[in-house]
């Protein structure tokens, strides 16, 4: 049921990962529902030709109704369906929205200038910390937490759960995948355990997934850290944070993601009030008693 395409000056497509950039870049910084996640899959997935649709045709292909797309649309802070398509039309057919680069800095720090705008993202997108309350809520008060980090994201998982551990009786950093994940994420369920906080940054390990498809099935609930809106890993999520990757250097940073577990700790502090206080309170003498730290 799609439309034809307009006639008039031929269109230039940049590559694939270009287009893939320029739409993540609408789809970042908002809170999609799992319909509203299906809806951008599919506009991820089939980006040139769906930006001839009109709301009926993606609403058909994806499955939803034609309101979700409408409803889609202004999540995203559109007033209708046409002035996305327009949007949508931009992030494909324009590869002019590169930022240009500034002038006397050698490589090295034009790398750090990417990471530095990735940064800047991020801060924008907290400017509204609803959701990052209401999450921090949630996992300060799940006994015990689980953080989950595998490969690449094991480091970060715990660094999150070393400093956690200074305000929460009980953080449980797992790193190990496969079956021996499934018995620790059982276990701490049986103690009590409600929410997971998974940490997936690029490249996504298939074995995140199957653990994070088991938390569901026995109950636990996922918050989840993560560098793109859409994805398998955010389809298996009831929260997702995101925080922008820099791919630029040879090795991605995780800059972004590492901020954001900080910006996380210190609401969970928040949340926790004078519990939190006094537990923080109670390291620092412990370390100061036991000479942990070297002096200044």
Request: glycine share 6%; net charge negative.
């Amino acid at each position: 049921m799609g439309h034809a395409r307009q006639t008039g000056q031929p269109l230039t497509v940049p590559d694939a990962s270009r287009i893939a950039a320029n739409l993540r870049g609408l789809f970042d910084d908002h809170r999609l529902s799992p319909s509203q996640r299906r809806i951008a899959r599919y506009l991820l997935d089939h980006a040139q030709e769906a930006v001839f649709f009109t709301s009926a045709d993606i609403a058909e292909r994806v499955g939803v109704s034609q309101p979700s797309v409408t409803r889609f649309a202004a999540a995203l802070g559109f007033r209708g369906f046409p002035e996305f398509r327009d949007a949508l039309r931009s992030s494909v057919f324009d590869s002019s929205r590169r930022t240009p680069p500034t002038e006397d800095l050698n490589e090295i720090q034009e790398l750090v200038n990417s990471e530095i705008r990735d940064l800047e993202r991020l801060r924008d997108g907290l400017r509204d910390t609803r959701q990052l309350r209401e999450v921090a809520g949630q996992l300060s008060r799940s006994r015990p937490l689980l953080v989950v980090g595998l490969r690449v994201s094991a480091p970060l998982a715990h660094l999150f759960g070393h400093q956690a551990e200074k305000v929460l009786p009980d953080v449980r950093v797992l790193d190990v995948a496969g079956s021996t994940l499934e018995d620790k994420l059982s276990r701490a369920a049986e103690s009590g355990a409600e929410w997971v906080l998974a940490i997936g940054l690029p490249r996504y390990p298939r074995e995140l997934a199957q653990g994070l498809i088991w938390a569901r099935r026995i109950g636990l609930k996922i918050a989840l850290i993560t560098d793109q809106p859409v994805g398998r890993l955010t389809d298996l999520a009831d929260e997702v944070l995101l925080a922008p990757v820099s791919s630029d250097f040879a090795f991605d940073s995780h800059a972004g993601p590492t901020v954001l577990c900080t910006a996380l700790l210190h609401t969970m502090l928040d949340a926790l009030a004078t519990e939190g206080q006094t537990r923080l309170g109670a390291f620092d003498d412990s370390a100061t008693e036991r000479q942990i730290f070297l002096p200044y």
